[in-house]
């Protein structure tokens, strides 16, 4: 997640969009129904967290697996999950599977493509790889969780700029999918800069088999380019039909987070009412194959943690499958 921003494509645009391409429903490997109001015919996933769980404290990591697990939700993106070693990647793979979760696995750090030498990033991992280079650092990666019942995925990409696609293709996306290609690659861009799934015009849908936006409009309400969350189902929609459109799945990220946590004093956290919203209107016009929240960890950080964390439950628990 980053917090740079373009200016948004005009509606017409976007209706145009939205009317030009027709929907097909997505497959899955392990789905269920959507709820009634998204198309009867589509399958999903399951909604999932983004989370930041520092391997350092192992023991909070697989206890934050159980609560989010006890919530409903069905998939994890751990960002500092590489930075365990390899028995924690086992461990927690394995919580994962006995709550009922799957984990994408979180390879998208640009140190993976950048050129960084990415041993040094990631040194506990490193320490077993016998690998002298990314290449094969990514290979030891994908051998040790590939065949885990609990892997949903690979996260390859994370807002990347535009003018990184050929370099995160080649060093990455290609890479993963050559060493695993039963277990899809996710790719989400941010909804507020001018090229992305939403819009139609992103560049990465050779990259990855699930793609989509995230979209944060809480306290974006006076910044003219970005959509405000009565947009919602103009930006699903657009992300509906650009996935459509390339033979691919859909996915979605919305806010569960402050600004106020990214230095921007006074930023309100989405209440309840605005946090069903964007949900209602995702499933209302569009079918993704996954709806992630941003984020567990920014929720537990937030001014009223208990407050937060309870009304993103009591969403999910009325919109389940």
Known sequence: MKFTYGSALGLLFRAMLLLALPLSACTAQTQTSLPQDAASSTLFDGYGLYESCSPKDAAMCLSHLNDMAAAGFKLV?????????????????????SVGMKVIVALSNPAFYDGTDVTSQFPALAQTCDC????????????????HPAVWGYYIGDEVDPS?????????????????PTHPRLFIDTGGHTIAAWHGNSPFSD?????????????????????????????????????????????IVLQAFSYSNYDISGAPYPTASQMQSMLSQTLAHSHPRIILWYSYYDTMDSDNPTQHWNDLKAIIARNMP
């Open 207 to 251: 990259t990855a088999e699930v793609i989509g936006s995230d979209f944060y409009p809480v306290g974006h309400e006076h910044d003219s380019y970005y959509p405000t969350i009565d947009q919602t189902a103009a930006v699903a929609g657009g992300i509906q039909a650009y996935a459509d459109a390339h033979g691919e799945d859909g996915a």
């Open 132 to 147: 002298t280079d990314n290449h094969g650092f990514i290979r030891y990666v994908v051998n040790v969780v590939k065949n």
């Open 164 to 180: 990184d696609h050929g370099a995160m293709k080649r060093a990455l996306a290609d890479v993963v999918h050559q060493l695993d």
């Open 77 to 97: 993106i751990n960002y500092d999950e590489l930075y365990g070693d390899a028995s924690f990647q086992k461990a927690y793979l394995d919580r994962a599977q």
